[in-house]
């Protein structure tokens, strides 16, 4: 299915809001401890089916769903190379700033090139759609990279243009 840009932040919001009613379980297989149950994969019983929303063929998201967490993987589709090296950077950014975004994973699961977990610790820290506000946000902001390929594209015109012109005087 291929979805608008405004359709496919409206779907990806209203399966977060679904998503996002965690409770605070701990961990059957770790005394003690509050383990998100989706990174351990021990326990069938307390994993939901996952989620998958389509933009188009290249660009997905897939919301892993169990009782005490949920994993967002996105996955951005690949065009040219400057595309795939503006987008690289803009994630390389964000990583960087994983220990400030608490939710966002150093190492996104394989096949996705950035993932989010949110556990019912952070919507006792944080506000629930304070959380969605930010995903959307963060995955708008890295689709939107076309516009800088845009704005890069026209200004190497512009300059060549330019260069061309002053050699032929």
Known sequence: MCLTGVQYVDSIREALVRS???VDSPCQHIDGYNKPEIELQNSKELLLDPIELRRNEQECIVIERS???VRVNVQLKRVG???AWLRSKRIAFIMQRADYIDIIRRKPAPGFDI???VTARHLQSFD???LI???TTLVTELASVNDLKRLISSRGRVYSLSISRALAA
């Open 20 to 22: 996002l009613v965690l």
């Open 133 to 135: 506000n930010l995903i």
């Open 67 to 69: 009782l005490n967490s």
């Open 115 to 117: 993932s989010f977990l």
């Open 81 to 83: 190379d400057l595309e």
């Open 128 to 130: 629930k759609t304070a």
